[in-house]
């Protein structure tokens, strides 16, 4: 028997350096919003090492625009990003979107997790959003909040030259409001949650609305999508289950993001957890494709994009379904994929 121990006791020993060299390593990179948060959380957590990754994420970048420079320049091989995709394939990057990070499989309006706020003495009123006209409002040009505060003024009616847009990023748009250098900007959590407390009076114009479908995909260039299948189902499957660990812990989630997110208070995160799990669906459905054609659709309307280019050819669905097909107890807390929108392999969408 001892010597059986030992023998016992030596193959697992031999085997340690074979089974460490069967890690992959993946670069990773995610943007300073609370919806980015299943990444971290899926590496702290132990899921990408379950899945036999070695993941390394690169700092956050403040909008996805700085994200998919880094794609480029070779920083990172995988980044959560969503708008900031559409300028970036018509300036020629062959991106492929894999899953979502944020967004909603199961429905075609999602935008829980952005909002206008508007300081006070602006002449804005809560709710009013025809209020804006004339005023000078923060977005971070080609990125969802962007497109948020395009859609909310096409909904007050009023076109996008009866406001001032002001390109900033959002770690700034606080510090801008708080100096009176803007009227109001849109954003992502946890941006309109931290002007709500910093800035004396904040009036939060609107929050969420479904006034758009929310875009939030997990993007990777042509040429290593084609070469690491495996790797990323592994990595779909490990950030599948950190977004289900959010749904259910959401105040200790709330805690990984204020190490992920630099100057992040734990009252600001948890508040603002609690939008993000709304939308912390990885799933893919014919509303993910829907949610991007309808983007590129809207900015082309108001000329904001000359031209438009064909979704099917930058979704590809068959990883993240193969996942969902795999390991459906990763998506068990979820509503159902409705019928008429679920997809399977070789989907094609048209508008």
């Not at 028997?1 to 670069?27: H, I, N």
């Not at 609370?34 to 990754?53: H, S």
């Not at 997790?113 to 409002?137: C, F, N, Q, W």
Request: net charge positive.
């Amino acid at each position: 028997m001892k010597r059986l121990l030992m023998l016992g006791a030596a193959l697992m020993l031999a085997c340690a350096p074979a089974q460490a060299q069967t890690m992959v390593k993946v670069k990773a990179g995610m943007v300073t919003g609370i919806d980015q948060i299943g990444l971290p959380i899926a590496l702290e957590r132990g899921f990408f090492e379950k899945n036999g990754l070695d993941v390394t994420i690169a700092r956050p970048y403040a909008t996805g625009v700085d994200a998919l420079n880094a794609l480029q320049a070779g920083e990172s091989e995988i980044v959560q990003v969503g708008v900031p995709m559409i300028g970036a394939v018509l300036r020629g990057m062959d991106l492929v979107a894999l899953g979502n990070y944020s967004g909603n499989a199961t429905k075609a309006g999602s935008d829980a997790t952005m909002a206008v706020i508007a300081r006070e003495g602006a002449g804005i009123v809560k709710g009013d959003l025809a209020s804006l006209k004339g005023k000078k409002i923060a977005a971070s040009f080609g990125t969802i909040n962007h497109l948020y505060i395009l859609a909310i003024l096409e909904k007050a009616g009023l076109k996008p030259e009866d406001v001032t847009l002001v390109n900033t990023p959002p770690p700034d748009m606080t510090v801008a409001l708080l100096a009176k250098g803007i009227d109001a900007f849109s954003a992502w959590d946890p941006w309109p949650i931290v002007a709500g407390k910093d800035v004396p009076g904040a009036i939060e114009v609107i929050r969420g609305g479904d006034v758009i479908s929310y875009l939030g995909f997990n993007v990777a260039l042509r040429p290593w999508v084609e070469k690491n299948g495996e790797t990323i189902e592994k990595f779909l499957a490990a950030v599948s289950e950190a977004d289900q660990w959010m749904r259910k812990n959401p105040k200790q989630a709330a805690g990984i993001a204020t190490r992920w997110i630099p100057g992040l208070k734990p009252e600001i995160a948890e508040a603002a957890m609690q939008f993000n799990i709304q939308q912390a669906d990885r799933r893919l459905s014919a509303n993910n494709f829907r949610a991007l054609w309808s983007a590129e659709d809207r900015l082309a309307r108001l000329g904001i994009l000359k031209s438009t280019f064909d979704v099917n050819k930058h979704i590809e669905p068959k990883h993240i379904l193969k996942v969902m097909k795999d390991k459906p107890e990763l998506f068990a807390d979820l509503p159902p994929i409705p019928a008429n929108v679920a997809i399977g392999p070789g989907y094609v969408f048209k508008p």
